[in-house]
């Protein structure tokens, strides 16, 4: 009888000690749960890299003046006067005439006209950089050229640009790869002039952008990641209000360290999309700098 006593005292002394083992291992799980999400957020807060922001380039517009006369002006000569002064000027590479913002210039010029007015912006508030992309011309960089008044030739016209420092920039401009252009004749303020335009671009094709699914997809696992968060928050509560000797306390604790895993797994995965993002973004914003 006192050895069955003994081995009962026993039995009882280590279901307690089991129940004390449990619940320090939880909490023990939790504080290290709590450090796996700072350095987590951390990461994500501090080092998601942006974009590097399209550039738009526009000297103010010229405004020459000149007797009018019987000359006729070409756009194709516009463009090879063009890439000659590139030439001629660090031999740099002859840009690529581009339809789209042959389009875009002459719908430039024609809106100059129409509504009688000589700047970049429109009086509806469009400008080169909303003008190009409703024409399906999505770029990096985009710069405009305008000049109004008589000319003798197109090799006077650019020539004009080129005593412009702005407009001479936006011709010798290296990370520029494609051109349109439009040169029109008509009326303005009431005299007879022709209005110029030249419309330089690098198109985003030139720099591989960061898929936007895979950004979507870190951002899906950021809300996961959360939710996760505001479970483990309520699962710890329950631990702390629960005796050790509660009904499905030990249920509890599997419960939670699942969910620490589950957090710790989803948490790793996104870490690693942040870092292989910001190094895609990088690459891309180096591009765009012309590194």
Same mark, same amino acid.
């Given at each position: 009888?006192?050895?069955?006593?003994?081995?009962?005292?026993?039995?009882?002394?280590?279901?307690?000690?089991?129940?004390?083992?449990?619940?320090?291992?939880?909490?023990?799980?939790?504080?290290?749960?709590?450090?796996?999400?700072?350095?987590?957020?951390?990461?994500?807060?501090?080092?998601?890299?942006?974009?590097?922001?399209?550039?738009?380039?526009?000297?103010?517009?010229?405004?020459?003046?000149?007797?009018?006369?019987?000359?006729?002006?070409?756009?194709?000569?516009?463009?090879?006067?063009?890439?000659?002064?590139?030439?001629? *000027?660090?031999?740099?590479?002859?840009? +690529?005439?581009?339809?789209? %913002?042959?389009?875009?210039?002459? /719908? $430039?010029?024609?809106? !100059?006209?129409?509504?009688?007015?000589?700047?970049?912006?429109?009086?509806?508030?469009?400008?080169?950089?909303?003008?190009?992309?409703?024409?399906?011309?999505?770029?990096?960089?985009?710069?405009?050229?305008?000049?109004?008044?008589?000319?003798?030739?197109?090799?006077?016209?650019?020539?004009?640009?080129?005593?412009?420092?702005?407009?001479?920039?936006?011709?010798?401009?290296?990370?520029?790869?494609?051109?349109?252009?439009?040169?029109?004749?008509?009326?303005?303020?009431?005299?007879?002039?022709?209005?110029?335009?030249?419309?330089?671009?690098?198109?985003?094709?030139?720099?591989?952008?960061?898929?936007?699914?895979?950004? *979507?997809?870190?951002?899906?696992?950021? +809300?996961?990641?959360?939710? %996760?968060?505001?479970?483990?928050? /309520? $699962?710890?509560?329950? !631990?702390?209000?629960?005796?050790?000797?509660?009904?499905?306390?030990?249920?509890?604790?599997?419960?939670?360290?699942?969910?620490?895993?589950?957090?710790?797994?989803?948490?790793?995965?996104?870490?690693?999309?942040?870092?292989?993002?910001?190094?895609?973004?990088?690459?891309?914003?180096?591009?765009?700098?012309?590194?």
């Amino acid at each position: 009888m006192r050895i069955k006593t003994i081995i009962i005292l026993i039995l009882i002394i280590a279901a307690f000690g089991a129940g004390i083992y449990f619940k320090d291992d939880a909490i023990r799980l939790f504080a290290g749960f709590s450090a796996s999400v700072q350095n987590f957020k951390k990461l994500d807060i501090q080092n998601l890299i942006s974009e590097a922001e399209k550039k738009i380039f526009l000297p103010p517009p010229l405004n020459i003046g000149g007797l009018g006369n019987q000359v006729v002006l070409l756009q194709s000569k516009i463009i090879s006067e063009t890439n000659l002064q590139r030439q001629e *000027n660090g031999n740099l590479p002859a840009l +690529t005439e581009n339809q789209t %913002l042959n389009e875009v210039a002459s /719908a $430039k010029a024609a809106d !100059l006209f129409l509504n009688q007015y000589f700047e970049h912006v429109s009086p509806s508030g469009v400008g080169p950089g909303e003008l190009a992309q409703s024409y399906g011309y999505d770029y990096i960089m985009e710069g405009e050229n305008l000049i109004l008044g008589n000319f003798s030739s197109e090799k006077e016209v650019v020539q004009d640009w080129m005593n412009s420092a702005g407009h001479r920039a936006n011709i010798l401009n290296n990370r520029y790869t494609e051109i349109g252009a439009a040169v029109v004749k008509g009326t303005y303020k009431g005299q007879i002039v022709w209005i110029g335009v030249q419309e330089f671009g690098l198109p985003s094709s030139f720099c591989e952008r960061p898929s936007e699914a895979f950004k *979507n997809e870190i951002d899906s696992n950021k +809300t996961q990641l959360d939710f %996760l968060t505001s479970q483990l928050d /309520a $699962k710890k509560q329950q !631990l702390e209000a629960s005796g050790r000797g509660s009904p499905g306390y030990n249920q509890m604790v599997n419960d939670y360290n699942q969910l620490v895993q589950d957090y710790n797994s989803l948490a790793q995965t996104t870490k690693n999309f942040v870092v292989q993002y910001n190094e895609r973004v990088n690459s891309f914003n180096n591009c765009v700098a012309g590194k």
